[in-house]
């Protein structure tokens, strides 16, 4: 069997309740073995593709496959796919041995005790076989979860939310865990959460969804470098946004005007055919120099800042610039030692490299998935 | 003692005192009562015998109907959980916004009295009623077959009075199951029967248990379907004790009665508890 022939395939994939598009027309390939993370608000959809694919929901429209066999029809117990719910929905009744043996016992699988037991040792349990779900912590109910649901051998095994109900600390450290475990048994992991930083760390893909559609697609860094809506720029990480006009455009530049002042930006990071655009840049990529410095050749200088708030957080240094039209952007700058922390009311230049900086469409929504602390509550 | 604790207490006494007055004297003074010298009479007064005879003579004359009660009420509790475990199931998982208006209908029942019911149970199987026509029509019943002054009336009767104490604490403890639990059945090979037969069923055991235990104890000690719905010879134990206390007078024996029937329900509850394991569950 080549690895291609377990791909986990969405094809025009819709989930409509009423009136309400949850999931609008999803076409996905999640290759065999990669870890595939769906990001997004609550409410996005991306819980709902999920129950999809694991038969919990009945498409309104499309199709899933695994390699060559459509499930879309199949019944959540003859899926060769598995979940790990959210808050986990262990069997409160059972041990923790017979919740992971559940699948292969009704599935009859001849050694399930020995099967259970090498599972157990795999996610470290192998002391609490005789307990009941009630008497772990969370984190170790989160482990049998994903034994109950390894245990199984599943073509491709479905996360929602599975660190949601951990402290911080504990999640941190299940993240690491889940990856080793994905990488030692190459199982496809298709892991849904809100929490963008949890799905950068792990995935090998993200697909940001929003309003029940795929705003991007792609590697952690490509969707953080090169964001292509407002949306994917705010949604991971932060990102200073800017109204420009594009002035001209060829295959080495795109040149835009701010404010009054000529900025460049590479064109493979130009999402907009339209002659106004939000120029993009995040807070960690500029630098700040008193007003005037002398800089390197090809960087973008944008002149007439004035620092309105300063916040040592150790490693870095937050500054809030106020610009000449009104708006503050953020800059984070590196605690390297090598330059003086700035003042509060110093006039200074902010200083990036075009390749860093991204142009989207002006016609969407600058405030487009900006997360309050509350969101992430 | 700390005023949390002493607080506690206090809370505790009026139920007490209510207990303590009116179960604990009585059923003290009942089984006094059952040790009376059965030569007494109502209106001469009774002598303290010490007659533990009166259980002998007791069991021997009534044994049969000990056996009919608790075949007539361990019958009518298998019918309640069969009718009961569906119709909660179903208020629990199936009725959505009407889940409020059935638990409502479950209890309307209890809005007229028991009494009153079991009457209109009597004028339903009468001999022209229309149930005997339907069954006589269909063939299931000889022309001259009847329904009423049967063993059928009688727990049928007892199946309809009961059931809501069946339903209400299935529908307790059903209502409880994370549906998720259901969902992660599936998701693990489990058909949906299957699925319930692992998941959802052990998980409402201690509703079964609840259930059954409030539907055949009050059950097996009532008279009053058989007084009403039966003859003679479907009497229960209940009415045995009904007679003997209230048109024989004849209180030693009734007492005995009452004290050989808690004796047994109570030995039968606690073999049945310990079987089913209640605290075992979660």
Not at chain 1, 169 to 180: F, G, N, S
Not at chain 2, 33 to 45: E, R
Not at chain 2, 273 to 281: H, I, K, N
């Amino acid at each position: 069997m080549s690895p291609a022939d377990r791909d986990l395939r969405l094809d025009g994939l819709t989930k409509r309740f009423g009136e309400f598009v949850a999931v609008d027309d999803l076409t996905i390939t999640v290759p065999q073995g990669s870890f595939f993370a769906l990001l997004g608000p609550s409410g996005c959809g991306k819980t709902t593709t999920l129950r999809m694919v694991a038969g919990l929901e009945e498409p309104t429209g499309g199709q899933v496959f695994i390699g060559d066999d459509e499930i879309t029809a199949l019944r959540p117990y003859k899926r060769p796919v598995n979940t790990v719910f959210q808050s986990y929905a262990l069997f409160p009744h059972l041990t923790i041995a017979d919740n992971v043996g559940f699948g292969p016992r009704r599935r009859g699988v001849k050694d399930h005790p020995a099967k259970t037991r090498a599972m157990l040792e795999l996610v470290q349990l192998e002391h609490y076989a005789d307990r009941k779900p009630g008497q772990l912590s969370g984190g170790q109910q989160q482990r049998v979860a994903l034994a109950r649901a390894l245990i199984n051998e599943p073509g491709v095994l479905l996360l929602d939310e599975p660190l949601g109900a951990l402290d911080l600390k504990l999640r941190r450290q299940m993240q690491i865990e889940l990856k080793r475990i994905q990488t030692e048994i190459d199982v496809t992991f298709v892991h849904v959460t809100h929490d963008q930083e949890e799905a950068m760390t792990m995935a090998d893909t993200i697909a940001v969804m929003n309003h029940g559609l795929i705003e991007q697609m792609g590697p952690p860094a490509v969707l953080y470098e090169n964001p292509e809506t407002t949306f994917v720029a705010n949604f991971l990480g932060q990102s200073n946004l800017i109204l420009t006009d594009v002035i001209s455009s060829s295959a080495a530049a795109v040149v835009v005007d701010c404010h009054g002042q000529k900025l460049e930006i590479d064109p493979s990071r130009c999402h907009t055919d339209t002659g106004r655009g939000w120029l993009g840049v995040r807070p960690e990529k500029i630098s700040l120099r008193p007003t005037g410095e002398q800089i390197r050749d090809g960087a973008n200088r944008l002149t007439g800042g004035r620092v309105s708030d300063v916040s040592f957080v150790g490693v870095s240094t937050q500054y809030l610039v106020a610009m000449p039209w009104g708006q503050e952007l953020m800059v984070f700058e590196q605690n390297t030692g090598q330059q003086a922390q700035l003042r509060n009311g110093q006039e200074v230049d902010l200083i990036w490299s075009p390749e860093h900086a991204f142009l989207l469409d002006a016609s969407q929504d600058a405030k487009a998935g900006v997360t309050t602390p509350e969101d992430e509550a | 003692m700390s005023t949390q604790r002493r607080r506690g207490w206090l809370l505790l006494v009026p139920g007490m005192l209510w207990l303590a007055l009116f179960f604990l004297f009585p059923t003290v003074q009942l089984f006094f009562t059952s040790l009376y010298d059965p030569d007494g009479s109502f209106i001469a007064g009774y002598e303290m015998g010490w007659e533990f005879g009166n259980y002998v003579s007791a069991i021997a004359d009534t044994w049969n109907l000990f056996a009919r009660s608790f075949l007539y009420a361990g019958i009518a509790t298998v019918l309640c959980l069969a009718l009961g475990y569906p119709l909660a199931y179903a208020i629990a998982f199936k009725s959505g916004r009407w889940k409020n208006v059935m638990l409502v209908l479950v209890i309307a029942p209890f809005f007229t009295s028991f009494l009153l019911r079991t009457l209109s149970w009597a004028a339903i199987l009468s001999d022209r009623g229309p149930v005997t026509g339907f069954f006589q029509t269909l063939g299931l019943l000889p022309d001259d077959g009847r329904l009423l002054a049967t063993p059928l009336a009688v727990i049928a009767g007892l199946t309809y009075n009961f059931l809501p104490f069946m339903t209400l604490p299935l529908y307790a403890s059903l209502e409880k199951v994370d549906f998720r639990l259901i969902e992660a059945a599936g998701d693990l090979y489990s058909s949906p029967f299957t699925g319930f037969r692992k998941v959802t069923f052990p998980l409402s055991v201690p509703g079964v248990v609840a259930g059954t235990l409030l539907t055949f104890i009050p059950a097996s000690g009532d008279y009053i379907n058989a007084e009403l719905l039966g003859t003679p010879q479907q009497y229960m134990i209940g009415n045995r004790i009904q007679a003997a206390f209230l048109t024989e007078q004849n209180y030693p024996l009734a007492a005995s009665l009452s004290v050989i029937l808690m004796a047994i329900v109570l030995v039968m509850v606690i073999g049945y508890v310990r079987r089913a394991g209640t605290e075992e569950l979660v």
